[in-house]
C-alpha cells in the first residue's frame, strides 16, 4: 500500500555531508498523516532509531549520538522526509532505512513503525 524509496547514501570523508531523502508513494496515499523516521543498521548491530518528525513537523526527536548534527525535515507538498547528516563520524556507517508511522503518536520505536524503504548505504570513511 505505501512504498517508500531511499536514495543519497554514498561514500563520504569524516567530517563531511549527506543528504538522504525518502519519497513516499503509494494508492490513496496521503503523506500529511504519517510521522516519519530514520533508523539505522551497522554491521554486526542491531537497528537503532536515529530521527523522527511527526505529521505536521513540528514535533521531532533525536538519538542522542546524531543531536546537533542531523536534522530531519519534510516536504509534505513533495511526500518526502529528508535526513540532512553533517560532521559524519566513522560510527555513522551504516544502511540507513526510512519509515512511515500511521499512528497518532510520533515513536521512536521500530515496531511502531508500518512501512520501511529498502535502505541505503552511508560509508564514512576515516
Known amino acids: 500500500q505505501v512504498q517508500l524509496v531511499e536514495s543519497g547514501g554514498g561514500l563520504v570523508q569524516t567530517g563531511g555531508s549527506l543528504r538522504l531523502s525518502c519519497v513516499a508513494s503509494g494508492r490513496s496515499f496521503t503523506f500529511i498523516r504519517y510521522g516519519m523516521g530514520w533508523f539505522r543498521q551497522a554491521q554486526r548491530k542491531e537497528r537503532e532509531f536515529v530521527a523522527a518528525?511527526?505529521?505536521?513537523?513540528?514535533?521531532?526527536y533525536y538519538a542522542d549520538s546524531v543531536k546537533g548534527r542531523f536534522t530531519i525535515s519534510r516536504d509534505n507538498t513533495k511526500n518526502t522526509v529528508y535526513l540532512q547528516m553533517n560532521t559524519l563520524k566513522s560510527e555513522d556507517t551504516a544502511v540507513y532505512y526510512c519509515a512511515a508511522d500511521d499512528g497518532l503518536v510520533l515513536s521512536t520505536l521500530s515496531r511502531r513503525y508500518d512501512y520501511w524503504g529498502q535502505g541505503t548505504q552511508v560509508t564514512v570513511s576515516s
Open positions: 518528525i511527526g505529521r505536521s513537523a513540528g514535533t521531532t
